[in-house]
């Protein structure tokens, strides 16, 4: 199913799109922007600073640990990071040690013993980070991984969990649609965008993902399988080391390529778990598949939010065009990036023949992988098809968020997990995806390869 002569110019001509928009950025920055030196957080030093949520929570039950030391530990961890990565926004601390003195005081009344706690509260007294679009402001990615929060909560419709916590190093999981309620951010997803999106857990632990899961799908977590106990040997392992040659994406770097045949020497000589070589060629079309279900209407016939309707509070008009000129001068009141988005929607929404064109490739593709998957097998894809860029350079490549995307699209449940750190310090990853609600063999996959890979490094080690 090769794209018409018509169809390739017009996706090339996006692509320079987002390449002008990006050095438009970058010149601006050079030229009149902030400068940024490169600097390196100092390593964590605070012992509690390094424990799970998972640890956190029980020392606290246990009384081993307060509260208020937990907490007071994050907020003089985040006083001296904070400034240098600019991940939280929005300080509470004199809430969040009221709130802390105030579960000390709870346990010290010794009303309810420890698996009573357990089971009512697992994360009692651990502290917490949110990302923005709940309401709130926060670089959820860079504020786990600079060890300024242990759990953190993202939300996900093209990779929003993931890349960021690819780029930083730390654990994502993106659940099965339709698990986790979406209460509460902003803006409310609509129309078929609503099916798409899933809010779930980030963290620097492993074992923290699945009871970070249960606590947020609350009556949802009956969908998914979180208690059955793993066999990662009897586990079959397919794997693909890129989206088979689009011309839109970046070529996968080699550091992310030897990764993950790593990653896949491991399973097959030490695991000694089943484990094919895989060429999904409908995944080449990955960018064009999550453009169809952004342009899709939902169930009840309503249309898809438009970003440039959110621009437009109160419903200004906003022209995406006119804003990147008024930008170049001086003058816009929005960000490029938040333009750049604008311009490339106004362009790529699909027409109702198009996007049923693209529909039909993504059910084939769904279907493929789902009785590929069955409900023992996971798929290792990987996260970005480069490590960590620097800022502004994701503007001249606005396609490669597809990586992530295409499993948006297709509904399925992934988990972003670090793989350490290449020569230059920057962290390596894979996704782990698998058949619909079968969340539970993802999050145990990202457990073992913490084990044996290392999971999060901490900052200032490297």
Not at 288 to 299: P, R, T, V
Request: with cysteine; glycine share 10%.
């Amino acid at each position: 199913m090769a794209p018409s002569f018509t169809a390739r110019i017009q996706l090339f001509l996006l692509r320079a799109l987002g390449f002008l928009i990006g050095l438009v950025g970058r010149a601006a920055l050079v030229l009149g922007g902030p400068k940024f030196a490169s600097k390196t957080p100092r390593p964590v030093t605070e012992p509690l600073l390094l424990l799970s949520g998972m640890q956190l929570a029980k020392l606290i039950r246990q009384r081993k640990v307060k509260c208020i030391d937990v907490v007071q530990a994050y907020i003089n961890r985040i006083k001296d990071v904070n400034p240098m990565i600019n991940g939280i926004v929005k300080y509470r601390f004199e809430e969040a040690m009221k709130e802390a003195h105030a579960v000390d005081q709870k346990l010290a009344e010794k009303q309810e013993d420890e698996a009573t706690l357990e089971n009512k509260w697992p994360f009692l007294g651990v502290p917490l980070t949110v990302k923005e679009a709940f309401q709130l402001q926060g670089g959820e990615g860079c504020t786990l991984a600079a060890a300024c929060s242990v759990i953190g909560v993202g939300s996900d419709i093209g990779g929003s969990i993931r890349m960021p916590a690819f780029f930083n190093g730390i654990f994502g999981h993106k659940p099965s649609p339709g698990v986790v309620p979406n209460k509460g951010q902003f803006p409310l997803a609509v129309g078929a965008q609503e099916l798409f999106l899933c809010t779930g857990p980030m963290c620097r632990y492993a074992e923290d993902l699945a009871p970070m899961l249960k606590v947020m799908a609350g009556p949802g977590i009956k969908r998914l399988k979180l208690d059955t106990k793993v066999h990662l040997k009897d586990l079959k392992f397919y794997w693909m080391e890129h989206d088979g040659g689009s011309f839109l994406m970046s070529k996968v770097d080699q550091d992310l390529i030897m990764t993950q045949k790593k990653v896949v020497v491991h399973l097959e000589t030490i695991l000694g778990a089943s484990v094919q070589h895989v060429k999904l060629k409908k995944m080449k079309y990955s960018f064009q598949l999550w453009i169809a279900m952004m342009s899709a209407k939902g169930h009840d016939g309503k249309e898809p939010v438009k970003f440039v309707d959110l621009l437009g509070d109160h419903g200004k008009h906003v022209s995406p065009l006119w804003e990147l000129i008024k930008w170049c001068l001086g003058l816009s009141v929005y960000t490029i990036p938040s333009i750049g988005l604008a311009l490339l929607e106004e362009k790529l929404r699909y027409s109702n023949e198009k996007y049923q064109k693209f529909k039909a490739v993504e059910e084939s593709l769904r279907k493929e992988l789902v009785d590929m998957l069955g409900d023992d097998g996971v798929f290792l894809y990987p996260s970005h098809p480069t490590v960590a860029p620097k800022h502004h350079v994701p503007l001249t490549r606005p396609f490669n968020f597809a990586y992530t995307g295409v499993f948006s699209a297709l509904g399925l449940p992934v988990t972003q997990c670090p793989l350490g750190l290449n020569a230059k310090g920057l962290p390596l990853g894979i996704q782990v995806v698998a058949g619909p609600f079968n969340d539970h063999l993802t999050l145990a996959v990202a457990q073992y390869l913490e084990k044996t890979f290392g999971g999060w490094v901490c900052p200032g080690k490297f």
